[in-house]
C-alpha cells in the first residue's frame, strides 16, 4: 500500500508521561517519527504535537485513533502538506576564515534565503526557515564546500488551513457535557 | 474544625465511597501506612490476603468478571507491584475493571534508586487505561475517584495507583472527590440516527446475516438486547471465547463457539454469510484465522465502544461506536421482524458432522481413559449449567470453553488476549468472592495449576468455596498438541513429572478425590459438588488428548481440522 509523509497534529492535558505514551503508539506499530515538537499551545493547560512520519492512510488513521483513546488526549488528527501552514528552521554553524577564503558561501546563503545572524572572528552562523528540502538543499551545498562546524533542524511546526477550530469547537462541546 | 487524616486514611475512605468491599492484596515497606489504616476499616474493606501479589491481580479479575465491579489489588512497590504485571496486562486486553493501588518510595527519593523502587508508573503505562502517581496526599481522592471512573467506564480496563510513601502519611483535610468527567475522555460515543439507520437496512437486506458475540454483550449488560435484536432479525450467531455466557448456549439461534477450537459452523458459515454483524468483539486473530480471506464475500457492522478497534483488523461498512445496550435496541427498533429458516438451518449438517466426529466421541466415550471433554460436560451437567466457569490455559481451557454450557451471564472467566497460564486459581478465588451464591467451577492443567498454586493457601484462610478439577495429563498438553501437530511429534520439554496433588490438597486442608474411571466419574463429581467449602477433584484424562476441531494457525476461517491423520 502507498505510504505518504503525515503531519498529526495532536492536543492533550499537560500531564506528566504523556510524551512517552504517544511515542509508545508509534513504536509498536513499528512507524518511525521522523520530527517531533511539543510545546503549550494557545489554550491554557493544553499541550500542542507536531509529528511527522511516513505510513499507509490506513496507518495514519490507526495511528491517531489509538492516540486519541490515552485519557488525557484531547484529539489527534493526521494531515498531509496540502492542507496545512508549515515551518521548519535550521542553524548552521559555518567556520569564518573558510567562508572568507570562498565567496561562493554567501552567495549560495543569500541565494537559498538563508540570513545570517552572527558573525565573529571564528565562526558564523546561518538561519534559514522553510521546509524540509530547501533545509537541506542549502545545508548539503555549504556542506559539499567543507565550511560547516554544526547543522541542526528544527521538527516541523504546523496550524491547520481550514477556518475551523476543531479543539475549540471539542472543548466547547465537551464542557457541555460536564455536569 | 475538620480533622487532618492521613492519605492513607483518605484512601479507605475513597474506597468506602467507591463501594469497594473486597481488596486482594499482600503488604510489605513502601505501603505499611496503609496497611495500617486499613486495620481499622477490616469491618467494610474485606481484605484477602493472598499468597502471591499475582493471585491479588487474577482473584481481582476473577472478581470483577462476574460482577461487573471493579476489582481491587493493593500491593507494596517494586517486587509486589511487579508481581501484578501479569495480571494488569491481562486485564488490559481483555477489558476488565480494576484498580491496583501499589506503594512507592517517598517522592523526596522517586528517582535514586531507593530500597524497592522500580518505575512502575512507566513499566505499567503501556498496560493500563491510565497510571498516575499520586505524590501529595491532597491528591488522592482525587486519583481514587478518577481511577474508578476510568476502570469502570467506556471500555473497561486496569489503572494503576503509585502511592508515594508520603502521600499515605501526609496529612490532609479531606474532601470526598467524585470523577464523573474527564474533558479528554469520552467513554461512550453515541452514533448518529442515520448509522443506525444505516444498520438497520443492511441487516433488512441481508438474506444471510451472521452475528458475532463478543464480551462486550456482557461488559456492556446488554444480554436481553442481544437477545431481543437476534430474535427479531431471526439471525443465527456465535460467541467469541469471552463472550460464551452473553447468549444461553441452548437459544435456538446460538450456533456455537468461535475461533480455532470454536465450532465448526459458525466458523464455516462466516465465509457463506452476506451480512457479518461483529458485537463487542476485536476480531482477534484466533477468531478471524488468515485475514485476507476472512468473511471477504460479506458486508460488516461493527458493534463496538472502542473507535480504535474499528477497521483494525477487519474493514468494515458500518460502524455502531457506543454502548451495544443502547445500539442494539435502537438498530433493533428499525427492523423488520425477519426468519432466515433455511439459512439457520444450514448450520445443521456442520453441527451434525462435527457431533459425530468430535462431540461425541469426547463427551461419550466408550472405552480408553477419561477424557477432558467428558469431565467437563458432565460437571455441566450436574450443575445444571448454571455454575461460573472458570478455566486456566490450555487444553483444560478449550475443552471447558467447548463442553461447559450456560444459562446465565457473566459465567465465564477465562484468559483470552493474553492467555495467562496460572490464571484459573486465583480467578476462582476471586469469582467465589465476586458471585458468593453460585457454583464456581475452575477447570485447570498440570501445569498451569503449578504455576499459582500457593493460593491454595488463600483458599484455605478464606474457605473460598473453589471446585477445582484438575485435569492431569501429565504433559503441557496444548503445547504437546502443537508439537504433534506441527513440530515432527518432538516433544521437546513438554511431558512432566508431577507431585501428589491429593498430598498438597491434604496439607492446605482441602478435601480432594482422584478420579481414573469412568463409572466413578459422577459420584465423584457428586461429591464434590455435596461437600461444603473448596474440593480438588483430579481427573487422571489421557495424556497425548488433541482438542479438536482447530484451524490451524494462519489458515482459513472455513478451513477446520475435524480429525488428525497419523
Ligand atoms: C505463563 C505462560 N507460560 C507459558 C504458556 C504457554 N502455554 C500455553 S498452554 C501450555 C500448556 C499448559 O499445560 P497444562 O497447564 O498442563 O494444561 P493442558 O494443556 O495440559 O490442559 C503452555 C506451556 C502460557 N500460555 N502462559
Ligand atoms: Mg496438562
Redesign the pocket.
Known amino acids: 500500500m502507498e505510504t505518504k509523509f503525515y503531519t498529526m497534529l495532536i492536543y492533550s492535558e499537560n500531564f506528566a508521561g504523556i510524551l512517552n505514551q504517544i511515542t509508545a503508539v508509534f513504536t509498536r506499530r513499528q512507524v518511525n517519527i521522523e520530527s517531533l515538537n511539543v510545546c503549550a499551545s494557545s489554550t491554557p493547560g493544553v499541550h500542542k504535537y507536531t509529528i511527522t512520519c511516513n505510513c499507509t492512510e490506513e496507518m495514519a488513521k490507526m495511528l491517531t485513533k489509538q492516540i486519541e483513546k490515552k485519557i488525557d488526549v484531547l484529539q489527534a488528527h493526521y494531515f498531509t502538506d496540502d492542507e496545512l501552514f508549515i515551518l521548519e528552521a535550521c542553524l548552521i554553524k559555518v567556520s569564518t576564515p573558510l567562508v572568507l577564503e570562498n565567496p561562493d558561501v554567501s552567495r549560495i546563503v543569500r541565494l537559498h534565503g538563508g540570513r545570517i545572524v552572527e558573525v565573529n572572528p571564528t565562526y558564523s552562523i546561518v538561519e534559514k526557515k522553510g521546509m524540509t528540502k530547501d533545509i537541506l538543499d542549502l545545508f548539503s551545498e555549504l556542506n559539499q564546500l567543507g565550511v560547516v562546524l554544526q547543522f541542526v533542524r528544527s521538527g516541523r511546526i504546523a496550524v491547520t488551513k481550514s477556518t475551523e477550530e476543531r479543539l475549540d469547537k471539542y472543548l466547547e462541546e465537551m464542557e457541555r457535557m460536564r455536569k | 474544625m475538620k480533622q487532618k487524616i492521613t492519605g492513607a486514611e483518605a484512601l479507605m475512605r475513597s474506597l468506602e465511597a467507591e463501594g469497594v468491599d473486597v481488596i486482594f492484596g499482600y503488604p510489605g515497606g513502601a505501603i505499611m501506612p496503609t496497611y495500617d489504616a486499613l486495620y481499622d476499616h477490616r469491618k467494610t474493606l474485606n481484605h484477602i490476603l493472598v499468597r502471591h501479589e499475582q493471585g491479588a491481580a487474577h482473584a481481582a479479575q476473577g472478581y470483577a468478571r462476574v460482577s461487573g465491579r471493579v476489582g481491587v489489588v493493593l500491593a507494596t512497590s517494586g517486587p509486589g507491584a511487579m508481581n501484578t504485571i501479569?495480571g494488569i496486562a491481562d486485564a488490559m486486553i481483555d477489558s476488565t475493571p480494576m484498580v491496583v493501588v501499589c506503594g512507592q518510595v517517598g517522592a523526596a527519593m522517586l528517582g535514586t534508586d531507593a530500597f524497592q523502587e522500580v518505575d512502575v508508573i512507566g513499566v505499567t503505562q503501556p498496560i493500563t487505561k491510565w497510571a498516575y502517581q499520586i505524590r501529595r496526599a491532597e491528591d488522592v481522592a482525587w486519583a481514587v475517584s478518577r481511577a474508578f471512573y476510568i476502570a469502570r467506564s467506556g471500555r473497561p480496563g486496569p489503572v494503576v495507583l503509585d502511592f508515594a510513601r508520603n502521600a499515605q502519611t501526609g496529612l490532609v483535610d479531606y474532601e470526598p472527590a467524585k470523577v464523573d468527567f474527564i474533558r479528554s475522555y469520552r467513554p461512550v460515543p453515541v452514533p448518529s440516527d442515520e448509522t443506525i439507520q444505516q444498520a438497520a437496512d443492511l441487516i433488512n437486506q441481508s438474506e444471510r446475516p451472521l452475528v458475532l458475540v463478543g464480551q462486550g454483550v456482557e461488559l456492556g449488560d446488554a444480554r436481553e438486547e442481544l437477545r431481543l435484536f437476534l430474535e427479531r432479525g431471526g439471525m443465527p450467531a456465535g460467541c467469541t471465547l469471552l463472550g460464551l455466557s452473553a447468549l444461553p448456549t441452548d437459544h435456538p439461534l446460538n450456533m456455537g463457539m468461535l475461533g480455532m477450537h470454536g465450532n465448526l459452523g459458525p466458523n464455516v458459515m462466516t465465509n457463506r454469510c452476506d451480512l457479518l454483524i461483529a458485537v463487542g468483539m476485536r476480531f482477534d486473530d484466533r477468531v478471524t484465522g488468515n485475514l485476507d480471506t476472512y468473511a471477504r464475500q460479506a458486508k460488516v457492522i461493527h458493534f463496538d465502544i472502542d473507535p480504535s478497534e474499528i477497521n483494525k483488523n477487519v474493514t468494515v461498512d458500518v460502524a455502531v461506536v457506543g454502548d451495544c445496550k443502547q445500539t442494539l435496541a435502537r438498530v433493533t427498533a428499525l427492523m423488520q421482524e425477519r426468519r432466515h429458516d433455511a439459512w439457520v438451518e444450514g448450520f445443521a449438517p456442520y453441527r451434525k458432522q462435527e457431533t459425530e466426529k468430535v462431540i461425541e466421541p469426547a463427551i461419550h466415550p466408550q472405552e480408553g481413559p477419561l477424557l477432558?471433554g467428558e469431565v467437563v460436560r458432565r460437571v455441566s451437567e450436574a450443575t445444571e449449567h448454571r455454575a461460573v466457569l472458570v478455566t486456566?490455559?490450555?487444553?483444560?481451557?478449550m475443552?471447558g470453553c467447548r463442553y461447559f454450557q450456560f444459562s446465565e451471564g457473566r459465567s465465564v472467566v477465562t484468559s483470552g488476549g493474553c492467555?495467562?497460564?496460572?490464571f484459573g486459581l486465583p480467578a476462582a478465588i476471586g469469582a467465589t468472592f465476586g458471585a458468593p451464591d453460585r457454583t464456581v467451577c475452575l477447570f485447570?492443567?498440570?501445569?498451569?495449576?503449578q504455576?499459582t498454586i500457593q493460593e491454595l493457601g488463600t483458599i484455605m484462610e478464606q474457605g473460598a468455596p473453589v471446585k477445582i478439577i484438575l485435569?492431569?495429563?501429565n504433559?503441557?498438553?496444548?503445547?504437546?498438541?502443537w508439537q504433534y501437530l506441527f513440530f515432527n511429534k518432538r516433544y521437546s520439554f513438554?511431558p512432566?513429572l508431577n507431585p501428589d496433588y491429593e498430598g498438597i490438597a491434604k496439607s492446605y486442608g482441602i478435601p480432594s478425590r482422584t478420579v481414573t474411571e469412568r463409572e466413578d466419574l459422577d459420584d465423584a463429581i457428586r461429591e464434590m459438588l455435596v461437600t461444603p467449602g473448596a474440593f480438588l477433584l483430579q481427573c487422571a484424562v489421557k495424556e497425548e488428548d488433541n482438542v479438536l476441531p482447530m484451524t490451524p494457525p494462519g489458515a482459513n476461517v472455513d478451513e477446520m481440522m475435524l480429525e488428525i491423520e497419523n
Not at chain 2, 392 to 397: L, R, S, Y
Not at chain 2, 419 to 422: A, K, L, R, S, V
Not at chain 2, 444 to 449: A, I, K, N, P, S
Open positions: 501479569t477432558m486456566d490455559v490450555g487444553q483444560n481451557q475443552f492467555g495467562t497460564m496460572g485447570v492443567g498440570d501445569g498451569g495449576l504455576m485435569l492431569n495429563n504433559f503441557l498438553g496444548n503445547v504437546r498438541q513438554t512432566m
